[in-house]
């Protein structure tokens, strides 16, 4: 049995969901990022961060999304590596302060951060937004 925990857990799987942008919804994404993050066997104070960033992050494209449009986040582990990329449109290209204590806190947390934003969209009324981060066990991470 433990043989095939060990195998399973080197190969890379992928999870995703997709859920209303509202403040609500968080609570679904907090419990996919433990889920996943204790499947993937990280350590507790592993999955408490993972799912603080991802907090974080969520929350901010849910507060300033474009009224009715839809959060995405995708869950990619292996080993002990997990990319977390989370995405949204947004009503303005401020929509993300990256200047603020939250977004701090998120780059602590993560090996590496990146933001794409592209400009505005007519056709989805906003600012497609692309947020990834990384965790990588025995990486910087484990510096803090």
């Known amino acids: 049995m433990d043989e095939q925990l060990s195998e399973a857990a080197t190969r890379t799987t992928t999870i995703g969901v997709r859920v209303p942008a509202e403040i609500e919804q968080l609570t679904m994404l907090r419990a996919l990022a433990e889920t996943v993050t204790l499947i993937a066997d990280f350590g507790i104070d592993e999955v408490t961060d993972i799912r603080l960033a991802l907090d974080e992050i969520a ?48 780059q602590t947390l993560t090996d590496t951060l990146s933001v794409a934003q592209t400009g505005y969209d007519a056709t989805v009324s906003g600012y497609p937004t692309v947020v990834v981060f990384t965790w990588l066990r025995g990486g910087a991470s484990d510096e803090r």
């Open 59 to 106: 929350t901010a494209l849910m507060l300033g999304a474009v009224p009715g449009s839809q959060i995405d986040a995708t869950f990619t582990y292996q080993g002990g590596a997990i990319s977390v990329e989370v995405s949204g449109v947004a009503a303005d290209d401020t929509a993300l302060d990256r200047g603020n204590f939250g977004w701090h806190i998120v």
